[in-house]
């Protein structure tokens, strides 16, 4: 756990989307090669390695054999198979270990681990019959949200039932597959996001509060710093600096909040990877969330985070990618990134914009106000 990676030794990449890309790229800055493992070939992160096995993320062999060719292991994503991991760790470092990620591939258990902790969580109910959901909803109360508890992502896996007028049969079809986790629904004032990251001596890099705001679920803008009171962001960093010593984090790890009208912060789920909400750190502090992971996995030394200027990213879905690169001539304040996905699909994350400004209120007024994100 204490060793540390220089450069010229190889970094390999369990996923190669733009996750994988970003962290790719932060560590051919520092002199280090890389190597993916995913399924699709010339994936995003692929094109900025040296190297990629054409696996899926459950070969054992195909992850071995990544293994055997890289000095120290990583992934972008929180759905590898901790099994899997344990093994390769035979061949190769894998300084982040698995208990994050036993911990976060699972609500329930993640909503376990907090309450454990004494971190502040939405009421909710284990569901694995119609039974009981409807005992369920006569303790946590609607509006509600029943979510599956393993997979999901971008909403998906996830039925928000804001009255009793709710399809029972929506209900029945979640249920049926798999263990279901029913949670109240707050009065919500903002979400937001805090991305920390930290190397194997437990030294910490914690970025400021990140504001976000969802479009169908999926996330489209996120500003930095968050305009929120004081007291909530130094809870919000209390919570994500206990919740890194508490996983052993190694790497980055991005938890998200709700934050109530009242003003009480509830963690709505943890991350343990850089994050979407976290890009914006590219262009707007001295260090970013992808550099952050790489200098944790590689067990260097962690820096202090500043804030060069205030930021606010959007993403581009499918559908904004074609009319946002026709728009970049008439928009030089707007640092465009392009994942190089193959294919444009409607509501698949490709690219993102962020934006360097002194006035973020403005500035998502003109987003969401552009043709390119008003639809």
Not at 156 to 172: M, P, T
Not at 203 to 223: A, D, G, K, M, T
Request: net charge negative.
């Amino acid at each position: 756990m204490n060793k540390i990676h220089l450069p010229g030794e190889t970094i390999g990449i369990i996923g190669g989307g733009q996750l994988g890309q970003m962290m790719a790229q932060s560590a051919k800055e520092k002199g280090f090669k890389v190597v993916i493992l995913d399924p699709t070939p010339n994936c995003p992160a692929a094109q900025v390695s040296e190297g990629q096995v054409v696996a899926e993320y459950d070969d054992l062999n195909a992850l071995i054999e990544l293994a055997k060719q890289v000095d120290v292991l990583t992934y972008e994503f929180e759905n590898v198979d901790a099994k899997t991991i344990d093994e390769v760790k035979k061949y190769t470092d894998v300084p982040q270990g698995t208990k994050a990620l036993i911990v976060t591939q699972n609500r329930l258990r993640e909503k376990q681990f907090l309450v454990d902790h004494h971190l502040p969580v939405v009421p909710h109910e284990k569901i694995e019959s119609m039974a009981d959901f409807t005992a369920a909803i006569d303790s946590i109360q609607l509006p509600a949200i029943l979510k599956t508890v393993e997979g999901g992502y971008d909403g998906k896996g996830q039925l928000l039932l804001e009255n009793n007028d709710f399809s029972e049969n929506e209900v029945a079809e979640l249920i049926s597959q798999g263990t279901c986790i029913l949670e109240r629904k707050i009065n919500l004032l903002k979400e937001v996001s805090v991305v920390i990251s930290a190397n194997s001596q437990q030294q910490h890099s914690i970025f400021p509060v990140i504001e976000n705001e969802h479009r169908h679920n999926i996330l489209h803008l996120s500003n930095c710093p968050a305009r929120i009171k004081q007291t909530t962001e130094e809870e919000c960093f209390d919570v994500a600096e206990k919740i890194a010593r508490e996983l052993e984090l190694v790497g980055t790890l991005c938890v998200e909040y709700f934050i109530s009208t009242d003003h009480q912060v509830f963690v709505n789920e943890i991350a343990p990877r850089p994050h979407n909400s976290g890009h914006l750190t590219i262009e707007s502090c001295n260090v970013s969330q992808f550099d952050t992971h790489i200098l944790g996995v590689c067990n260097w030394p962690m820096p202090k985070v500043t804030l060069f200027q205030s930021a606010v990213m959007v993403n581009l879905l499918g559908q904004h990618l074609g009319p946002a690169k026709e728009a970049i001539k008439q928009h030089v304040e707007w640092y465009f990134h392009d994942y190089g996905k193959e294919t444009a699909k409607n509501n698949r994350k490709m690219g993102h914009i962020t934006i360097l400004t002194d006035d973020i209120e403005t500035v998502k007024q003109q987003i969401n106000h552009d043709p390119i994100w008003k639809s």
